[in-house]
DNA sequence: CGGGAATGCTCAAACGTTTGAGTTTTTCCT
DNA sequence: AGGAAAAACTCAAACGTTTGAGCATTCCCG
C-alpha cells in the first residue's frame, strides 16, 4: 500500500488535516505542538512518505512542472539545449515534460501531455511553429527561445543576429576575405538569419554568392552537398558562411573529404556553437548562443511568475576557433 | 474557468457519470443513447474540453507517463538516446519525465519528480548507479539500459561486449594492426569494456598497452589528453582503441592538431555510434548501440506490461568508416 | 395485461491533499 | 475561581474523474 498522510494519521492517532498543515511547514499559521511536530515528521521519514503530486495539484497547487516543446530534437543545437534545460530546471526544482517532434506537421501535433497537465509554464524551442500552437497553449505562460512572430503573446529570448551578422562582417574583412559563399531556403528562421549575414557581409564590400539547397534536405546533409556537389575546386569562394553549426559541419566534413584544406583554402563560420564545434578538428569559428544563461533567465522568471511578454535580443559572442 | 466534464454535463442537461462513460469509450458497457452520445462528444469539442490528468492518475488510471533517469545529458550518446527515447515514447501515448545529473552524488539524487508521480514505469540510462537508487524505485517496473548489476531486479539491456571486443579484435588482425593503446579509469562501466576489448585484442596476438586517465577528467578531455600528452610522436601505435565515441572524438581532435594522419599514421576506433561520428571527418569507425531498437521494445513491454526481468545482450554491428 | 428483461440514465463514494471554519483544550490574568 | 484569549486540534468540503450500485422507463413475450 502507499503511503499517504492518512496512513501517518492514524498511525500516531490525529488527524489528516494536521498531518498536512505539519508536512506542507503551514504549521505556523495554526497551532501545532512541537511534540506532534515531531512526532508526525518522524513517522513520515520511517514510512517513506511522499507526497502524491497529482492529488496536489488537482486540489490547485502549482505543479512545478514546464512543458517544453521542441522542434526537432535529432538537431544537436536542441539536443544540447534541452540537455542544459532539463539541469536547470531541475536544480530550481521543477521537472519537465517535454514533446518534441521531428517532422514539420506542427498544426496537428499532439500536445496532449501538454495540454492534460497543470504546468507553470511551457517552453518553445525552435521557432518554425505557426500561431495554432500558441493558441492551443493560450491557458499557460509561454517562453519562447528563437525567433518569435509578431503579435504573439509570449516571451521571447531571440539571438542578437544584427549584431552578430555585423561582427561577422568585420571579421571576415579582417581576414581579407574576399568571397564568400552562403546556403539558403533551409528553413524561414534560418533563411532569415543567412539574409542578414548576406547584407552585413555585402554592406562590408565583400561578394556573396547563394546556394539554395534542395528541398527537405537535413542541415548537415545540406552543408555536405553544397561542399561537394556547388563547391568549384578551381575557383573556391575564400569562405563559407552557414546560419547553424550543423550545416557549418556538413561543409567542413565535405570539403575535408575532397582535400580542401580548411581554414587555408576554405574558412567556414557557424551559429550556435554547439557542443561538437569545439570536439571537430579543425575546431569551427561560430557565434555561441547563450543557452544556458537565456534558460537560467526563463527559469527564473518562471519562479518569480514575471509573465511580461515581449522581445529580448541576446548577444552572441563570436567564438574564434580553427575553421576561420 | 477550465472545461471539466461537469461544463459538459451541466449543458447538456445530463450527469457527470454519463459524460465520463462517453468520453472514456466505456459508453458500450452500459447503455447510453445514440442521440446522447452524439451531444456529449460534439459538446466537448466544441468547449475544447481537455481530461485531467491530475483527476484521473489520482483515480487510479494509468498516468501513461515513464520516467527517465539519465546520468550524464551533457554526454552525446546519452542525449542522443534521450532524443529518440523521447520520440518513440510519444508515438506510442506516452510522455517522459527525466531526471539528469551530471557529478556523481547519485545516491543522493533528489528523484522526486518521478516519486511523487504515478508512473507506468522507469527508464535509467546510464550504469554508474548504485542499488540505492533502485530500492527507491521498487515501487515501479525499471528498465536498463547499459549495464545491470547482478542480483538487481531490473530488466536490462546491454550491448553484447564480448562479441564487439571479439569483432573488433579480428578487425584489427585484418587491418595488421601490430600494436594497440586504449585509454583506462574513465569509470567502472568503461573500464570493463576496455578490459574486454583489451583481453580480446591480446588473444588475437597484438600487443595493448593501456594508459590510465587522471581522475574526473571528461570523457573527450580524457581523448585529447591521452593524444596530445601521452602519444609518443616517434612511436605511435597502431592504432587506439575506445571505450566510448566521446573519448575517440577527443583522441582524434588531438591528433589532428599534431598533423597525426588518421587512419594513415593512427587508427581510431570508438563505441556507440553517436551522431557526431559519422559528421567529424575522418568518420569513426564504431560499434553502433541499436538504441532506437532497444528503446522500441521497451516501449513495446510497457505497454503489453511484461515486466520480466533479466539481461537482455544486445548485438552491436562495427560500423566500418575512415578512421581505420 | 402482468412480469421480467433490457435500456438509459443518476447517485454517491472514492482517490490524496488542502484549507476555511469550527471545536475542544490549555493557559493566563484578575 | 471565573472567564476570555490563545493554542491545539478536528471537520468537512473541494479539486475532476471514475465506477459499482441503483432507479426509472420502455419493450417484449406468454
Redesign the pocket.
Known amino acids: 500500500?502507499?503511503?499517504?498522510?492518512?496512513?501517518?494519521?492514524d498511525k500516531i492517532?490525529?488527524?489528516?488535516?494536521?498531518?498536512?498543515?505539519v508536512?506542507?511547514g503551514?504549521a505556523d499559521?495554526?497551532?501545532?505542538?512541537?511534540?506532534?511536530?515531531r512526532k508526525v515528521m518522524e513517522t513520515a521519514e520511517a514510512l517513506g512518505?511522499?507526497?502524491?503530486?497529482?492529488?496536489?495539484t488537482?486540489?490547485?497547487?502549482p505543479s512545478r512542472t514546464i512543458g517544453v516543446v521542441v522542434y526537432d530534437f535529432q538537431d544537436s543545437f536542441f539536443s544540447d539545449l534541452v540537455g542544459h534545460l532539463q539541469r536547470i530546471v531541475h536544480s530550481a526544482g521543477y521537472s519537465t515534460v517535454i514533446v518534441g517532434f521531428t517532422d514539420r506537421e506542427i498544426d496537428t501535433q499532439d500536445l496532449s501531455p501538454l495540454l492534460q497537465r497543470s504546468l507553470d509554464a511551457v517552453i518553445v524551442v525552435g521557432s518554425d511553429l505557426s500561431g495554432n500552437v500558441f493558441d492551443r497553449l493560450k491557458h499557460v505562460p509561454v517562453f519562447r527561445i528563437g525567433i518569435g512572430f509578431p503579435g504573439e503573446s509570449t516571451i521571447c529570448y531571440t539571438a542578437d543576429e544584427d549584431r552578430a551578422a555585423l561582427e561577422l562582417a568585420s571579421y571576415l574583412k579582417e581576414r581579407q576575405v574576399g568571397r564568400v559563399m552562403c546556403v539558403r531556403h533551409i528553413s524561414p528562421i534560418l533563411e532569415r538569419r543567412v539574409e542578414g549575414m548576406r547584407r552585413a557581409i555585402e554592406s562590408a564590400g565583400i561578394k556573396v554568392e547563394s546556394i539554395v539547397a534542395p528541398k527537405g534536405m537535413r542541415n548537415f546533409d545540406a552543408g555536405y552537398w553544397m561542399a561537394t556537389e556547388r563547391l568549384n575546386a578551381k575557383s573556391l569562394p575564400d569562405a563559407v558562411v552557414c546560419a547553424i553549426d550543423l550545416i557549418a559541419l556538413g561543409v567542413i566534413h565535405g570539403a575535408l573529404s575532397r582535400g580542401i584544406q580548411i581554414p587555408d583554402q576554405l574558412k567556414v563560420t557557424g551559429f550556435d556553437d554547439i557542443a561538437v564545434s569545439r570536439q571537430i578538428y579543425p575546431s569551427l569559428t561560430t557565434f555561441a548562443q547563450p543557452v544556458v544563461s537565456i534558460v537560467e533567465r526563463i527559469v527564473e522568471r518562471i519562479a518569480q511568475s514575471n509573465f511580461k511578454t515581449g522581445v529580448e535580443h541576446v548577444y552572441c559572442p563570436l567564438v574564434r576557433r580553427l575553421s576561420c
Chains 1, 2 share one sequence.
Open positions: 500500500m502507499r503511503v499517504t498522510q492518512k496512513s501517518i494519521a492517532g490525529v488527524s489528516v488535516s494536521l498531518v498536512c498543515r508536512l506542507s503551514r499559521e495554526i497551532g501545532v505542538s512541537d511534540e506532534t511536530r512518505y511522499v507526497p502524491n503530486l497529482a492529488a496536489q488537482l486540489r490547485g497547487k
